[in-house]
């Protein structure tokens, strides 16, 4: 049975690991400072995605499943999560950049965006500042109505 929760700090050690696992950027990456949610069997991490907070709009990063368990469903598990948390959490937008993932956000919703589009908040962030490449694909998903 896999369960979905809140991450503590104690689970650094090993979503720093799936990062590496997956590739990905773990360099400024601290549980205590993202909203994480964590996909468990037992005790064992199997899979993660982070909210940067924004006011009312989040980065989506940090998205990472276990090797072994890619193609299985659970990485489209962990974000239909994270946005049910997103919507708890009362957030109008989130925003992701991707290198490899864009068809698999796209099934989720998400659109692509140009990034001067993108809350000025969430551009000024290490992720699109520095961490993913300008090459890196923006995309949106609105959770809220905009308004005018």
Request: proline share 3%; glycine share 4%.
């Amino acid at each position: 049975m896999i369960d979905f929760i809140k991450l503590a700090p104690s689970y650094q050690p090993q979503a720093l690991s799936l990062l590496t696992e997956n590739g990905l950027p773990s360099e400024d990456f601290d549980i205590s400072s993202f909203h994480v949610i964590g996909a468990l069997s037992e005790k064992e991490l199997l899979a993660m995605a982070a909210l940067e907070l924004y006011e009312e709009h989040a980065l989506l990063r940090s998205v990472a499943v276990c090797t072994d368990r890619h193609k299985t469903g659970l990485g489209t598990c962990i974000i239909k999560e994270m946005i049910k948390e997103s919507q708890k959490l009362n957030l109008s937008k989130l925003v992701v950049l991707t290198e490899t993932a864009e068809g698999f956000f796209n099934k989720l919703g998400f659109k692509v965006t140009d990034r001067e589009k993108v809350p000025n908040a969430v551009r000024q962030s290490k992720e699109f500042q520095h961490i993913c490449p300008a090459s890196a694909v923006c995309m949106t998903l609105q959770l809220k109505k905009e308004t005018d």
